[in-house]
């Protein structure tokens, strides 16, 4: 079973910046982490789930809400088997548990998430 552990997360000033990782491991079948599309999502105190930003599995293609276009950047690293999300220009509104989820077909998996606290 895939395995998806985020770690990055923590209290910054608006404006600052931050770097969310996301490790996975447990990948069996003949699969690896290039298989699997990458994406990140964030639940805001009492709100619901959204989708921030995904990568496809060979990294060429990106697509990003437009609440953080232009502020955030999604990447991976399949010699590390981790995505990751940097996060620049932070508002307080960006305040949430990030979590990061693994896509191929039917199968999805999720991370545990990361809480990020946006505030001077």
């Known amino acids: 079973q895939v395995q998806l552990v985020e770690s990055g997360g923590g209290l910054v000033q608006p404006g600052g910046s931050l770097r969310l990782s996301c490790a996975a491991s447990?990948?069996?079948?003949?699969?690896?982490?290039?298989?699997?599309?990458m994406s990140w999502y964030r639940q805001g105190p009492g709100k619901e789930r959204e989708l921030v930003a995904s990568?496809?599995?060979?990294?060429?293609?990106?697509n990003y809400s437009d609440f953080v276009r232009g502020r955030f950047t999604i990447s991976r690293d399949s010699s590390k088997n981790t995505a990751y999300l940097q996060m620049n220009s932070l508002k307080p509104e960006d305040t949430a548990v990030y979590y990061c989820?693994?896509?191929?077909?039917?199968?999805?998996?999720w991370g545990q998430g990361t809480q990020v606290t946006v505030s001077s």
């Open positions: 989820k693994a896509i191929r077909i039917s199968a999805a998996y």
């Open positions: 447990g990948f069996t079948s003949g699969l690896a982490f290039s298989d699997y599309t």
């Open positions: 990568i496809r599995t060979d990294g060429t293609m990106t």
